[in-house]
């Protein structure tokens, strides 16, 4: 038998998951506005209500409900009826998983807020790079300055020199895997890379190249044998990096 005092830590406990949960669902919904507009050249803060991808009305507050609105409207704009992308739902549910695993992983601690941001801009990245096959110098120099002020205000307890190890090592490995595979590999994953590294230092990057080689072999592989892809379409290598990632984080 519980008693009254573990229910009610039970019922606060629930909650908080589903606070953080929600928190998610709504970065997530954020995320696509930077997946959609960046690489348009659109602000991310103006117009600063969404608009419909095809005949561009502002959506009501009510139709912008993460996740809600998506399954209400069957995936359509309710003024021109026209499919919206699936991405949007499945972006905002991944992003409100990651954020409840990371809270599991590290409570409401300073720690947790640090791998929110980092978590956000590899989503960011890979939601660009699966739709457009690009990586943008804007955001990577954000990302990378980013990274910087952690180091500076001291959040996760982290060597700089680590960080700039980090950086280099990720970006020489990744450069020689471009040369070698005759640019399979792009310029803009060594970039990416780079900048990852000096988030998380030189060890855990190797790591996390090692394992996204393999998750991708993995997934290509998949991807070849249901001939969804063929073997001359490029695929998107951040999405790898960044399962990776968030695996490493997670294990640490
Ligand atoms: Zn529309």
């Known amino acids: 038998m519980i008693n009254i005092y573990q229910w009610r830590e039970r019922i606060e406990k629930f909650i908080e998951i589903i606070s ?19 690489p348009k050249k659109i602000s991310i803060f103006s117009p600063s209500r969404s608009f419909c991808p095809h005949c561009k009305s502002i959506i009501k507050w009510y139709d912008n409900i993460p996740v809600l609105s998506y399954i209400l409207l069957k995936g359509r704009c309710r003024n021109c009826n026209k499919k919206i992308s699936i991405r949007y739902i499945i972006i905002e549910f991944i992003t409100g998983l990651l954020f409840v695993l990371l809270f599991f992983k590290f409570g409401l601690e300073k720690v947790y807020f640090y791998y929110i941001i980092l978590i956000g801009f590899i989503v960011i990245f890979s939601g660009i790079d699966l739709e457009k096959r690009l990586v943008i110098n804007k955001l990577l120099l ?3 300055f980013a990274g910087i002020i952690f180091y500076i205000v001291d959040f996760k307890k982290n060597d700089i020199l680590n ?28 970039k990416f890379i780079a900048a990852a590294g000096l988030w998380i230092g030189a060890y855990d990057i ?45 294990m640490m």
């Open 20 to 38: 953080v949960f929600i928190s998610g669902l709504i970065f997530g919904s954020f995320f696509n506005v930077c997946i959609y507009r960046i």
């Open 142 to 144: 954000i990302f990378i």
């Open 163 to 190: 960080g700039i190890l980090g950086f280099s090592t990720g970006g020489i490995v990744i450069y020689l895997l471009n040369f070698f595979s005759n640019g399979k590999i792009g310029e803009g994953d060594i």
């Open 206 to 250: 190797i790591n996390v190249i090692f394992y996204s080689f393999l998750i991708g072999g993995f997934i290509s592989s998949i991807l070849l044998l249901l001939k969804i892809k063929n073997r001359y379409d490029k695929i998107a290598f951040i999405p790898f990096v960044a399962l990776a990632l968030f695996l490493k984080i997670m």
